[in-house]
């Protein structure tokens, strides 16, 4: 193993699921360039940032669990067992509450909570075994917060915080770390929809004064993930810019 650029630490094998762009993208060349050996999955999109960057880009539904467990297979095989698991793939579909449709409600929650519910299950057995791991689940603050318009994305990610406290408390024995980042907003694709006017409102809601940046996920990602986080387990980072301090449980 070489001892990179991530404070002396191992080179791992990492896999960022949703990592064809945004915020996995980031969480992934920041995984790269500090040693790692990384995967990213992608969906729909043609993940070609991430194969120009030395990625390793495996298809994947986060949806099927066949899917989930062939794009683990490939990394395996290509890379070695993953040691570093983000699961970050997400989606929104957003509508008031009397207008939510039952399918809008269950593709959020399929993607985004049994999505990282497939990944983590299937990434702990190896960690396990070799008595190292780190998870990190990508939520929202939105998920402590809620928001109008968004029942099916913050029950989804509120749920990820129960999901991520549980296998900690699970596999803590076991020196598997299991860890939530709760970005505000997040200068990505994610965000692109909303009007000025609203991103002008957003702003003026966040004391450091701007929308985030996929690097500022990243660089938590990267901390949660590192052998220096180790006494790390359980715990929710909100990267929001001071947006909701003080209004939810940590
Ligand atoms: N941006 C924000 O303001 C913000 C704030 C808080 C939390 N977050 C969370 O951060 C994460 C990343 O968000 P983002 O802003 O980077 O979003 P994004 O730019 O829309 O990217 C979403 C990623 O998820 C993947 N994905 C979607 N559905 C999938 C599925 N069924 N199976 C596998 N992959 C799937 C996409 O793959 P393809 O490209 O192949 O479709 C893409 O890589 C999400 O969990 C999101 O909820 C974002």
Redesign the pocket.
Known sequence: MSTLGNGGGSSRVALV????????LGCAEALKSSGHRVAI?????TPTVAEETGLLAVR????DPSEVDTAFKRVEADLGPVEILVA????TRDSLLLRMSEESFSAVLE??LF?SFRTVKRAVRPMMRARWGRIVL?S?IVGQTGLQGQTNYAASKSGLVGLARSVAKEFAARGVTVNVVA????H????SGISEERRDEMVSRVPLGRIGTVGDVAGVVGFLTSEEAGYITGAVIPVDGGMHMGNYVG
Request: glycine share 20%.
């Open positions: 699921t949703g990592g064809s762009r945004g915020i996995g999955t992608y969906n729909t999109s994947c539904d986060v949806t970050n793939a997400g989606i993607t985004n999505g990508v929202s970005p505000g907003p997040i990505t694709d994610m965000l």
